[in-house]
């Protein structure tokens, strides 16, 4: 692999709420926890799991648009949380985000050459009205869109078209590091491929480097080049796509892949594993290893010691008996 653009180091979130009469009693949400993770320059890294594991939390604290309990990510080798105001707003041209749903992510008040035009303003200061608008209409361009859209409002545009428009503001600052939030789980399924498509073009085209947060592992197998499997906080397993695909090592990976939809129709009467029971509340995380209570190959030393990521060559799983 590649020398790792970005990289988080124990990095854990644990979100405290007050419940209970008049706020007094504070519970602790282990949103995420101890995850490590690299991803190299130019890479698609799909992070992938159960709605409520922490995927959209991992996502947003690599950014720092909130700030960890404790850990590191080190963007270009620089903990971003070490640095002072100034320095990490300069460094946002460099990391973005294009969020899942694409409505509530557009000021519905705001022109789309408003938003459009709104980071280039923020970070080039003096930049001329011609500029900005020369600039929105490229941006436009390269997301498959035409000029007239700069007149429109954001209700005026279907859901794929708003995405393309949140894509087109997530380059405007020509970054280097974007992370796609479930991009297109709010998408209808011929949308969705176009905007994957998109996507992939994108990343040849500038040499960017993606994030790709996704439930949909159908999704993944089509753009991602190495999956991270997140469960309750965790990260359970990692390697390249294509390995984990034909040989999952986690018994949890296995359970996601076998609920994947098959198009033909010959293979539609194949054993499906059901995955039973709910995922745990993250306020109250079971002992030991976080998926044995959902796990068919249980065992006394799952219940009560914790299993660490370990790695094989360029697999890296969490597991006391990983599917050799």
Do not use: W
């Not at 490590?36 to 991992?58: H, Q």
């Not at 190495?226 to 984990?244: F, Q």
């Not at 695909?245 to 359970?255: G, I, K, S």
């Not at 010691?305 to 060559?313: A, F």
């Amino acid at each position: 692999m590649e020398k790792a653009l970005i990289s988080t180091k124990n990095l854990t979130k644990i979100f405290s709420l007050s419940t209970g009469p008049l706020g007094r009693k504070k519970v602790f949400v282990h949103a995420v926890e101890d995850v490590n993770i690299d991803i190299a320059s130019r890479e698609t890294f799909a992070l992938v799991g159960e709605s409520g594991c922490g995927k959209t939390t991992l996502g947003r604290l690599l950014l720092r648009l909130i700030e960890p309990t404790k850990g590191e990510v080190l963007f270009k080798g620089e903990d971003i949380f070490s640095l002072d105001g100034e320095r990490m707003r300069s460094l946002r041209r460099d990391m973005q985000i294009i969020f899942q749903d694409p409505y509530a992510s557009l000021d519905p008040r705001m022109r789309i050459l408003d938003i459009l035009a709104e980071p280039l303003k923020t970070h080039n200061k003096g930049i001329s009205k011609k500029e900005i608008v020369d600039r929105v209409k490229e941006l436009l361009s390269v997301v498959g869109l035409q000029d007239f859209v700069m007149s429109g409002f954001p209700h005026q545009f279907s859901g794929g078209q708003r995405q393309r428009i949140g894509i087109a503001r997530a380059l405007a600052l020509n970054p280097e590091f974007i992370v796609c939030d479930e991009a297109v789980s709010a998408l209808d399924v011929s949308i969705r491929a176009q905007i994957l498509n998109l996507l992939i073009d994108l990343k040849e085209r500038f040499n960017l480097t993606l994030l790709f947060i996704t439930h949909d592992l159908s999704v993944v197998s089509f753009l991602s080049d190495r999956i991270g499997v997140m469960y309750l906080g965790k990260c359970v397993e990692i390697g390249p796509t294509a390995d984990i695909f034909d040989h999952p090592l986690h018994p949890y990976t296995l359970f996601l892949l076998s609920a994947v939809p098959v198009p033909d129709p010959h293979a539609r009467d194949r054993a499906k594993l059901i995955l039973k029971g709910d995922i745990p509340s993250p306020i109250n995380v079971p002992s030991g290893c976080r998926f044995h209570a959902r796990c068919p190959y249980l065992r006394d030393v799952c219940v009560s010691e914790e299993p660490q990521m370990q790695y094989i060559g360029n697999r890296g799983f969490a597991c006391h008996f990983p599917l050799y």
